[in-house]
């Protein structure tokens, strides 16, 4: 009954390969976001999906590009991995874009934690 | 823009006393505030939020935080704390409308001790 699953969980592969993560969410939401955690536990989101459009794209290297399937899904992929992308990915979801109460509420995903060697 | 300061990057504490994690923002336009808290290896869960109305909210497990909108804060407080407390907790803010992009702190880190 997980609401918002991220796979995999740990990832660990060498720098220049290609990764994906996926996401899903059963909670019937619109909004899916994936944010970024440093090692000091710094919290960044890096992109936001509005029913498959993407709508929040913040300063992130091309070499990491979402796709979104449908609306339960935002997937993540990265090219070219580096040392500087060690970090856990977080896949969070909300019912809407804006409008007050409970849309603004953000689930999150358990993370994956992703080390570059 | 929106920032959030959360002013102490760790809390030491012991068991059953109360706790304070301090959150302050910065805004130009009125704000909507959120806590979640970070359990090890897990993800984020939401704790408690302001939107509107009563500025005390309060968590169903005893936190509540108080939105002060004159010195910009929202401190988050526990009249006595557990060990399963023990946790990273996360100020964040978002401005009403627009696109719904939380401005997250750097985070507090609440340690409870025996």
């Known amino acids: 009954d997980t609401a918002v699953s991220q796979t995999p969980k740990y990832l660990v592969t060498q720098m220049g390969n290609d990764k994906s993560i996926k996401c899903e969410q059963n909670?019937?939401?619109?909004?899916m976001y994936w944010y970024k955690q440093d090692s000091k536990k710094f919290l960044k989101i890096m992109f936001s999906?509005?029913?498959?459009?993407?709508?929040i794209n913040e300063t992130v290297p091309n070499r990491f590009s979402p796709k979104s399937p449908d609306k339960a899904h935002l997937n993540l992929h990265i090219n070219s991995l580096e040392l500087g992308d060690s970090a856990v990915y977080f896949c969070?979801?909300?019912?809407?874009?804006?409008?007050?109460?409970?849309?603004?509420?953000?689930?999150f995903g358990p993370g994956t934690r992703l080390l570059v060697l | 823009a929106q920032s959030v300061t959360q002013l102490d990057s760790q809390v030491p504490v012991f068991e059953e006393a109360p706790v304070e994690l301090r959150c302050n923002y910065s805004?130009?336009?009125?704000?909507?505030l959120f806590w979640y808290v970070q359990y090890p290896n897990q993800g984020l869960q939401l704790l408690l939020k302001?939107?509107?109305?009563?500025?005390l909210v309060k968590s169903i497990n005893g936190f509540e935080a108080e939105f002060n909108k004159s010195q910009t804060s929202f401190h988050l407080r526990k009249p006595s704390v557990h060990i399963s407390d023990t946790a990273e907790y996360f100020c964040?803010?978002?401005?009403?409308?627009?696109?719904?992009?939380?401005?997250f702190g750097a985070g507090t880190r609440l340690a409870v001790h025996p």
């Open positions: 805004s130009s336009v009125s704000v909507y």
């Open positions: 969070a979801s909300s019912q809407g874009l804006a409008g007050g109460g409970y849309q603004e509420t953000q689930y």
């Open positions: 999906y509005n029913n498959k459009e993407l709508i």
């Open positions: 302001y939107l509107s109305g009563s500025t």
């Open positions: 964040a803010v978002k401005a009403p409308g627009g696109y719904n992009k939380l401005i």
């Open positions: 909670l019937g939401h619109d909004t």
